[in-house]
């Protein structure tokens, strides 16, 4: 899921499409979180953290 999320992020070309990719993705891991999806919503935020080099 980690490196799903991170190459949808990469994959965008403008920086607005990544806010807005962003912002959805949040969405999502909050949404897991509140139906206690913790390990899916722990999942998206790794992904969100994962280095690019």
């Given at each position: 899921?980690?490196?799903?999320?991170?190459?949808?992020?990469?994959s965008q070309t403008s920086f607005q499409q990544r806010k807005s990719l962003v912002a959805s993705i949040l969405?999502?891991?909050?949404?897991?979180?509140?139906?206690?999806n913790f390990n899916t919503?722990?999942?998206?935020l790794a992904g969100l953290k994962l280095n690019t080099y």
């Open positions: 899921v980690g490196s799903f999320i991170q190459q949808l992020i990469v969405r999502c891991a909050i949404t897991c979180w509140y139906i206690g919503a722990m999942q998206i």
